[in-house]
């Protein structure tokens, strides 16, 4: 099956700086690619999403990027600010996953220090 | 607030015990995903249904766990015997039924087992 991962896990920044996260994912077959913010006590938020015949998509701050030849895709959060904190987690899914299941990657920790 | 709603929001129950949980899916949503999160790991996939029909289970669905969504609405995900492995938070997710469209997750069911 779909494997995830994700890395840093944790990320300190300073208010202002950027912020990457990077993941990595292991079945081809995989075309769909969401990104979702996870506050304390909160059920993941959906921020962005990227499919495969795209590269790069932009939402004001948040970008991301795909890679499917290296099957891997990446979170850019730009001119980054306190309430920016929280859990961020990528998943993969696809094709031949049936209903188009999510695998996530294990998360990352976002410090927006001001 | 993304339309999805869950019940209880919390559980503290004793090993052995029964528990269950509802969730109620965005109104026009024909998904309806089931997925468990342990602390400090991305959500893990369960089981979903499309309508009424529950067509995949994940291996981490134990003979103890059953869903249902007897009219393709609400759904319910029922523990029998709870262990104390069984502690986490059962996150629920809604989606149109088209391969690549948005999951949107409630706030979750945290379960604690003692």
């Known amino acids: 099956g779909e494997n995830v991962e994700q890395h840093p896990s944790t990320l300190s920044v300073q208010e202002g700086d950027s912020a990457v996260i990077k993941c990595t994912y292991s079945?081809?077959?995989?075309?769909?690619f969401p990104w979702y913010k996870q506050e304390l006590g909160k059920g993941p938020q959906l921020i962005i999403d990227?499919?495969?015949?795209?590269g790069e998509k932009k939402d004001q701050r948040i970008a991301v990027t795909l890679n499917k030849t290296a099957k891997h895709f990446s979170l850019h959060i730009t001119e980054t600010q306190p309430e920016d904190s929280a859990v961020y987690f990528c998943?993969?899914?696809?094709?031949?996953?049936?209903?188009?299941?999510?695998?996530f990657g294990g998360g990352t920790r976002v410090l927006v220090k001001p | 607030d993304t339309g999805v709603s869950q019940d209880p929001r919390h559980k503290i129950t004793k090993r052995g015990q029964n528990v269950t949980f509802r969730c109620d899916p965005i109104?026009?949503?024909?998904?309806l995903y089931w997925y468990r999160q342990t602390l400090g790991q991305g959500p893990e996939f369960l089981t979903y249904?499309?309508?009424?029909?529950?067509?995949?289970k994940s291996r981490l669905l134990s003979d103890r766990f059953s869903a249902e969504r007897p009219k393709g609405s609400f759904s319910t995900l029922e523990i029998q015997r709870t262990e104390q492995g069984d502690s986490a938070m059962y996150l629920c997710?809604?989606?149109?039924?088209?391969?690549?469209?948005?999951?949107?997750f409630g706030p979750g069911t945290r379960l604690t087992v003692l």
């Open positions: 997710a809604s989606s149109f039924n088209q391969p690549t469209n948005e999951q949107f």
């Open positions: 079945d081809s077959a995989s075309n769909y």
């Open positions: 990227i499919r495969s015949n795209v």
């Open positions: 998943a993969a899914g696809g094709a031949r996953a049936a209903g188009n299941k999510l695998t």
């Open positions: 109104s026009e949503h024909n998904r």
């Open positions: 249904f499309q309508n009424e029909a529950q067509l995949e």
